[in-house]
């Protein structure tokens, strides 16, 4: 996939580069590298930013800080509810319906990296009172069938393992005055066909969706995490 990103704009609107926040209950957070640094102002100045690239490179924990600063300046923003939803599949195609306990329950280990974001940037009892208040709702992909979003901030985790139908649903899901943030890794999709390349392809010329490409380089985990990443390349294009 091209490594060039589109970051387009509202026709009413300017791009405007993401300045520092200070909100007394959030942790600072500012971009580590170029391409963080273009993702998040995707996120402010589009309505729809697409995100692609390898584990570590920062897309989960930044739409988590992003959804964060939007909720926190709601009076500015309009932003009332931060939604956050992932296909309920893993290695190995384990779901939902054969795991034990309730909807919370069973969501849990497949949204423990964004409970980690949420912990981190949030706190554990703010996360806590959000979740119990309705403010940050978390549930998977079937779960939004039928329902329309207003005053959102919705985040798509793993979007890799979603169908283009399931996609195409969450675009359609889209109301008034929402953001919407999809993630994915193309390369770690545990379906046969993913439709998060078919999503990016089909989208790449509307206007106020940004796509944004992560490589290796980006990966700001420990070096031998880039490593590890850089020997998959090598091995899936027959060079090593």
Request: net charge neutral; glycine share 8%; hydrophobic share 35%.
């Amino acid at each position: 996939m091209s490594r060039k990103n589109k970051t387009t704009k509202r026709p009413d609107q300017s791009n405007k580069p993401v300045g520092k926040r200070n909100y007394n209950s959030l942790k600072q957070v500012t971009p580590r590298n170029e391409h963080q640094e273009d993702y998040l102002n995707a996120i402010e100045n589009n309505t729809v930013t697409i995100s692609c690239g390898p584990a570590g490179s920062g897309k989960t924990y930044l739409a988590v800080y992003e959804a964060a600063c939007h909720h926190w300046s709601k009076k500015d923003t309009g932003i009332e509810r931060i939604i956050i939803t992932r296909p309920a599949v893993e290695a190995g195609g384990e779901k939902l319906g054969f795991l034990p306990g309730q909807l919370e329950d069973k969501m849990d280990p497949y949204m423990r990296p964004i409970y980690d974001s949420l912990y981190d940037i949030i706190g554990i009892d703010e996360t806590k009172m959000k979740l119990e208040r309705g403010y940050i709702e978390i549930a998977p992909i079937a779960f939004m069938r039928g329902r329309t979003f207003n005053n959102a901030f919705i985040i798509v985790d793993e979007a890799q393992n979603a169908t283009v139908d399931q996609l195409k649903m969450i675009m359609t899901r889209i109301g008034e005055n929402c953001k919407v943030v999809l993630n994915g890794d193309a390369s770690q999709s545990d379906l046969h066909s993913s439709g998060l390349p078919i999503l990016m392809k089909v989208l790449k010329d509307v206007d106020d969706i940004a796509l944004i490409n992560f490589g290796k380089e980006d990966i700001v985990r420990s070096e031998v995490v880039v490593s590890v990443v850089g020997a998959f390349e090598r091995y899936e294009n027959g060079k090593n």
